[in-house]
Structures are given as structure tokens and as C-alpha cells.
């Protein structure tokens, strides 16, 4: 069972995002724990992939900073046991199917389990093939989070009903990055998952301002922002931490009392 429930229980969730070694993997960890100050109920780290193929341009060049500093797999597993020193904080990698299936399914949620990581993303696992990964992960108390786009409501039922840890709401179609306006109707899609599944929600895809966050927080139970938090990073380099800090915070405020 893994950690991430605790996510939930305190009112709606704040999610951010971090690529595990941009610009280096000290500066992440501090960038992790900024967020954690900030009120950050979960953090995603990126473990980064050559060809992230979700990710808009500034996930994508934050992707290529990392592996040019030397990220590997083994270095995030590293940051991790870190990170894991200072926090408890539930922590969930995002990455793609290769990275894991080179690592070797079982050895890689083996070291997730050893190190405390509690959940996987990964975008580009088809969820007729998700059988195998997804059974290997569960044995070692990772949950494979499932991914929801703006679909069929059939197929909304059926992923939602096998989901565990939460459910990751992609607010609109294409790749990740800030949007100024989000037209989805993402409290029908929710609607749909919440008569199939009792896992929380949390939306993300697009999310950048405290209004945003504000506005889907009442519709579902937690909000992701991943763009916005890498901009920063792209912005202010090795300085980048009390800037994330404080984004992080007016953004956990501005759901914080939502019910």
C-alpha cells in the first residue's frame, strides 16, 4: 500500500513537478524540498527520458539539461534516497515506458519500493498493455497511476475502475504546458470516474495561475502544475528555490480552503 492517500486527506491536493537533475541533481533535491515547504501534499519527479514525447517545449528542454548534466536512472533513485532523509512526503516518478523496461520491471519497483517512491506516471503505457508493469509494480507497493484524457465514457469507466493512488486528469488534449484558458468539461469526465472509482483526482495539463487552480480545485480533489514549476527552473537556474517555493505556496493557497 503506498503513501499517497495521505495526499488527500487534508482538503484538496497541491501536486507539483520537478525533472530529477535540472540543472544538477543537488539543486532538485532543494527544489523538492521548496516545494514541500511551499505546502505541496505530493511531488512528481521526472526521471528523464530522450524522447518525452507528453511534453511540450519546456519539459522537453529541461529533459535535455538533465541527461547533458548526467541524470540517470540510478542518480534519481539516489536523489531520491536524499530526499527521502528530510521529507515524507508521498513521491511519484513520471517517466516513459523504455527508461523502465531497460531497468527491468522488477528491479526497477523493487529499488522504487526500497527508496520510498510510492507511484509511477507513464504516459506513453497503453492501457491494454499495462497488465504485466502495473502487476509487478503492485507486488512491490507502487501504484501505476492511471492517465484519463477526454475520451469515451466507456473507456473512462474502465480505467478509472482499475485505478489506484489517483487519477490523473488530463485537462485538454496535446502536450504538456501553460494554457491561458482550459475548455474541457472536465466536471462531466470527472462525474464519469467518480461513479466507476473512489480513487481521488487531481487534474493537471495547463495549470499555471492561482485562479486556475482555484477553479478546478472545485471540481475535483487534487491540482497538478508541472510547466510552470520547469519554467521557473528554466528561468532562475541553481537560484530557482525560493522562487519555487513561493509559487508553489500561493498556488497551495489558493486551493487550500476549497471543499
Keep these: ?40 501534499d505530493l511531488v512528481e519527479i521526472g526521471i528523464p527520458f530522450s524522447d518525452p514525447i507528453a511534453e511540450g517545449p519546456v519539459i522537453q528542454e529541461a529533459n535535455i539539461r538533465a541527461l547533458a548534466a548526467g541524470a540517470t536512472v540510478d542518480k534519481i533513485f539516489d536523489l531520491v534516497v536524499s530526499v527521502r532523509q528530510k521529507t515524507k512526503v508521498p513521491l511519484v516518478f513520471l517517466t516513459y515506458l523504455n527508461p523502465v523496461f531497460n531497468y527491468g520491471y522488477s528491479r526497477f519497483f523493487q529499488r522504487c519500493a526500497e527508496v520510498g517512491v510510492d507511484g509511477i506516471i507513464i504516459p506513453d503505457l497503453p492501457y491494454e498493455e ?77 495549470i499555471n495561475t492561482p485562479k486556475q487552480a482555484e477553479e478546478i480545485a472545485k471540481i475535483t480533489d487534487g491540482v497538478i502544475v508541472g510547466s510552470a514549476i520547469v519554467k521557473i527552473v528554466e528561468k532562475y537556474g541553481e537560484e530557482a528555490g525560493p522562487y519555487i517555493y513561493d509559487y508553489v505556496r500561493g498556488m497551495k493557497d489558493a486551493v487550500r480552503d476549497i471543499v
Design 1 to 40: 500500500m503506498s503513501n499517497i492517500a495521505e495526499a488527500f486527506k487534508n482538503g484538496k491536493a497541491f501536486i507539483g513537478f520537478v525533472t530529477g537533475g535540472d540543472p544538477s541533481l543537488k539543486k532538485s533535491e532543494e527544489f523538492i524540498l521548496a516545494m514541500v515547504q511551499g505546502g505541496a
Design 130 to 206: 499495462k497488465g504485466e508493469l502495473t502487476e509487478i509494480a503492485a507486488g512491490f507497493g507502487v501504484d501505476a497511476i492511471s492517465l484519463i484524457a477526454p475520451t469515451s465514457e466507456q473507456r473512462i469507466k474502465q480505467i478509472a475502475a482499475e485505478a489506484t493512488g489517483f487519477i490523473y486528469v488530463v485537462s485538454s488534449m496535446g502536450v504538456t504546458g501553460m494554457r491561458s484558458e482550459i475548455k474541457t468539461d472536465l466536471s462531466s469526465i470527472i462525474g464519469v470516474i467518480r461513479e466507476a472509482s473512489s480513487v481521488p483526482t487531481a487534474v493537471g495539463f495547463g
